[in-house]
């Protein structure tokens, strides 16, 4: 499904059928809204099993219907962050590219993106988007998988065949985001820092920031990087030190900390530099390598508004 809203509307929909969705659901996919697209009309229902809420709007510029289940928590504290725009909704998967010199595996959920690239020449030139779910089963089964995966696909169906398995789903249909022009080309400021030290330390902040933006600031320059997070409502706050080794201006960004955490848990290098071009624009994290590597990871993250 594709179309476009207010943000605000939207938002107003969300936060009120959301009210019945439970804290204790005993059932994980109660836990997300069920959004169903027909003509210009988009209707959102939740329910905890014993109360069904049901809301609709009005949308514009539907290129295509469906329906799909999104999780509630990440959908209002995402919209949360935007001022009042015309949002383009497009539930996308993982991107994977297959060219002659190599395969590029893309995702993004509007707030960061991940882009992995492996160099090698492969059978099939041409693309396709995975959905989420079969991403995720994907990424279980290929842990204990230690011999090729043959992969077969059209342009609605793909067929991954493993030693012991065999996935069989139906692909998402339409065009991928051009990610490439989200990419900052040009990012005069870099950081080179200890992964874990930076995590231990984001996640120590983040203990008191607030509950609701997990807003981290952080200030860069001379070689160190400040990081502070505050709860205003509560009148307690945090701040800590890292080290770093850093060329370029001072910088002030803020970032949520949750982001942040889940990006610098899944580098898997000691060291990582980020890159950064200023405040509101996003910043590039990727693993440093002591030698060359046949594959390349990088995350975008964006950055979040720091308060006067």
């Known amino acids: ?27 994980p996919i109660l836990d997300y809204f069920l959004l169903e697209l027909k003509g210009s009309e988009l209707k959102v229902t939740t329910s905890d099993l014993e109360t069904t809420l049901m809301g609709s709007i009005a949308v514009e510029n539907v290129e295509s219907e469906g329906s799909i289940a999104a999780p509630a928590k990440l959908m209002l504290d995402s919209l949360k962050e935007f001022p009042e725009l015309p949002l383009t909704i ?29 160099e090698g020449a492969c059978e099939a030139v041409s693309s396709f988007i995975l959905p989420k779910k079969p991403a995720a089963l994907l990424k279980a089964v290929l842990q204990k998988e230690e011999k090729p995966v043959e992969t077969a696909f059209d342009s609605k169906n793909a067929v991954f065949r493993l030693s012991t398995h065999t996935l069989v789903c139906r692909l998402i249909e339409g065009n991928y985001p051009n990610y490439n022009a989200v990419i900052p080309a040009n990012n005069p400021n870099k950081v080179l820092v200890d992964r874990i030290e930076l995590l231990n330390g984001i996640r120590r902040v983040a203990v008191c920031s607030n509950p609701t933006t997990n807003l981290i600031r952080m200030d860069i320059g ?13 009148s307690v706050s945090a701040n800590e030190t890292i080290a770093c080794s850093y060329e370029g201006q001072p910088v002030t960004i803020g970032f949520k900390s949750t982001f942040l955490v889940e990006i610098l848990s899944n580098i898997e290098t000691p060291t990582v530099v980020i890159e950064l071009a200023d405040s509101t624009r996003a910043g590039v994290f990727k693993p440093v390598y002591d030698d060359k590597q046949p594959s390349s990871t990088l995350m975008l993250l964006m950055p979040m508004m720091i308060n006067a």
């Open 222 to 234: 001379g070689n160190k990087i400040d990081l502070t997070a505050q709860d205003i409502d509560f």
């Open 1 to 27: 499904m594709k179309f476009t809203v207010s943000s605000s509307t939207l938002l107003s929909l969300l936060a009120t059928t959301g009210k019945v969705i439970s804290n204790k659901n005993t059932l």
């Open 90 to 118: 497009d539930m996308n998967g993982i991107y994977i590219n297959l060219s002659e010199n190599a395969a590029t595996f893309v995702g993004t959920d509007a707030h960061k993106l991940v882009k992995y690239e492996s």
